[in-house]
């Protein structure tokens, strides 16, 4: 009953936390003033329980959430890039978002542009939109700088090299199953010197919070092409942003 309670919320949730950056990232006004929502609050609680096991793009995107909640823009960063490394297109959108407002890096549109489109490669409806926004207001050599840029970023965050290297952490983590599924892991990791995150053992099931819909050990959580399907369905739904409006 357990189980089947957490994946009913699954899907709603996962669905949610798809679409924070725009509700974080988007104006500085708008961002503090999501910062008091309490569904901004229960999402950033739910990324803090959700495990990330053999998930490094959820990691980076969640920490990095965590980190850009509390203003601590250059750690935001450095998880976003971490989450960008493995394929994950909300640290990728987020990058350019911060390197358009200068958050935790000075200012500059022309590689804001690049992560942005980087972001929008599979075609996202707000990804593409936000992209397409932006580029907008820059001047055609601005635009033709972000070309350059975009295609360095390409070399190592691109779906053609990120995708495989998570794939290959799945399949790492797929071979990590037991049969008693015992251990818990809050998706938190410790990060050496070298940046190699540590994998703890996979999170029980009475304390388990999952992104997958279907449960931790679906098979969308694990088989890259089921995995990479299930992102895109929840990657490419749509969330309104309303005006900002005054607390009496």
């Known amino acids: 009953m357990l189980w089947e309670q957490a994946y009913a919320h699954s899907a709603m949730r996962s669905s949610f936390l798809a679409t924070l950056a725009f509700l974080l990232l988007f104006g500085r006004s708008q961002a503090d003033d999501s910062m008091d929502s309490e569904r901004v609050r229960d999402a950033l609680h739910d990324m803090e329980m959700t495990s990330t096991w053999y998930h490094d793009d959820l990691f980076g995107e969640y920490a990095g959430f965590q980190h850009y909640a509390q203003k601590q823009y250059k750690d935001a960063l450095h998880y976003f890039e971490l989450g960008a490394y493995y394929a994950d297109k909300p640290s990728q959108i987020s990058i350019g978002l ?7 890096v ?11 489109d980087l972001a929008a ?11 397409d926004r932006i580029r907008a207001t820059l ?3 601005q635009r ?25 952490e799945l399949r790492a983590g797929l071979r990590q199953k037991t049969g008693s599924r015992t251990g818990f892991d809050t998706g938190v990791r410790i990060l050496f010197v070298d940046g190699d995150p540590q994998h703890w053992g996979p999170p029980s099931p009475l304390d388990m919070r999952t992104a997958c819909p279907r449960g931790f050990w679906s098979d969308e959580c694990w088989k890259p092409e089921l995995y990479f399907a299930m992102r895109d369905k929840q990657l490419s739904a749509t969330v309104k942003v309303g005006p900002v409006e005054e607390q009496k």
Do not use: F
């Open 144 to 168: 033709t700088s972000a070309v350059e840029v975009r295609e360095r970023l390409a070399e190592r965050y691109a779906d053609a090299v990120a995708k495989p290297r998570l794939a290959e």
């Open 98 to 104: 911060m390197y358009l407002k200068g958050e935790g």
């Open 106 to 116: 000075a200012a500059d549109p022309v590689t804001a542009l690049a992560w942005l």
């Open 139 to 141: 001047t055609a050599d």
């Open 121 to 131: 490669e599979r075609g996202y409806p707000m990804y593409v939109a936000t992209r």
